[in-house]
């Protein structure tokens, strides 16, 4: 008997020894991931709003790591079971959990620092550039204390109504916090939310301009729009000269009859948009007959934009802004804009699957040849008509009204067929009653 008891309690000890390794490693298995890809494993110490502390092993010596909060990109956690051992059941480790981007970011503000928050305007407008991701990031950065909303942009331009809507959103969110345009390439479409900023400013290799509007002829061509162009350069002048930029910049990369010269004047470069009155020494930005896209050079030259000499890091940024102290949001507004867009490409699919199906039932309506399934094809035409109707209202809660307003509002003429559809369903159930 006390052999038995000898062996159970040795079992117990070992059991327990046994957790406590499995405790002891599962704690040295926390990870702080860095946003250039570095992964320091090891245990976590401790935490600030300015560093993270970690001990780990560098080439098998033991060191203890403070790392600047600003550069990493997300910590790692493990947890264990409070669940005791047994004989029978080992001590169960639960898997590790990835602490979430909006719990570590909320304790980034710190008083006296600026909070950065970088938002990403990659693509085309209209194809990988949504309204939505911009609504989305900036109502986020009203709600966590953003000082600084960093709009990265490389786009060739697309769909007006798309850079329309995001300026629109970025005028609402006018004086909660700055907003900053850093391009990589700007170019058509990609001007509208860059002259709507408080600073722009260039990487190396940039360009910026080219902003003229086309719109389909009945051919399908392409062709410029010149009453288009005109109304949309002279509701972007406005916007720019109140945020500080040079509205004949703006006319002049819009209209291919405006100019634009420049004159230095006490250190500063003044510009006009005609040779009336210039001094001698004068410059010729762009002339008529032509559309302006600025090099970064160019735009740097003429102290348009800020100048990112060496790079384009969210770093470089913020010194050449002259802002020391910061913290940055992390990946939110990457994370926040890929879930909005993902949503509005759903949508404008489903619209546009909508408008087919609705397009290819109307064909049957009035062709004899399938009288016998009319029924049905009006049935299919309601049932499509109640999409497209739901679909618009998604597309104004997406933040897209002026697609709504031009691409597809007039896709399906609403107030027609809702009508013509309860009448032509009438006089087939009379036909119905009367029998053949």
Known sequence: MKRTMKNHSAFRIAAIAGALCALTAFANGDEIIMRDGTVHTGTVVSQTRRTVEIDTSIHGISTRLKLDRRKVKSVVIGEVSTTPATNDTPAMILPKATEPVEDTNKILKRDGFNLLMEVPLKGGFGKEIYPGGVADSLEWAKENGVTDVVFRINSGGGALWCANDIVAIMKEHKGEFKM?????????????????????????????????GYTTNATGSAEVDLKMNSIMSAKLESGADANGHSGYLVRAMILSSASVYAYEEDGEWVFSDTLDGLPRGYETID?????????????????????????????????????????????????????????????????????????????????????????????AMRKHLGSYKRYLKEAQKLNMPSMVDGRFAEAIDVTYWESEIETLMADLRRFRRRGP
């Open 287 to 379: 002339g008529p007959e032509s559309i302006l896209t600025l090099t970064a050079k160019q735009a740097i030259k003429y102290g348009i934009v800020d100048a990112m000499p060496n790079g384009k890091t969210l770093e470089e940024w913020a010194e050449i802004q002259g802002i020391d102290q910061w913290d940055s949001a992390g990946d939110i507004g990457t994370e926040l804009f890929a879930k909005a867009v993902k949503k509005s490409k759903r949508l404008e699919d489903r619209l546009n699957a909508t408008i087919r199906g609705f397009n290819s039932e109307q064909a049957y309506l009035y062709n004899d040849q399938y009288i016998m399934q009319r029924g049905a094809t009006l049935q």
């Open 180 to 212: 900053h345009m850093l391009i990589e390439s700007a170019i058509s479409a990609s001007i509208w939310p860059s002259f709507t900023c408080d600073t722009i400013t260039m990487a190396p290799g940039s360009d910026f301009g080219g902003a003229v």
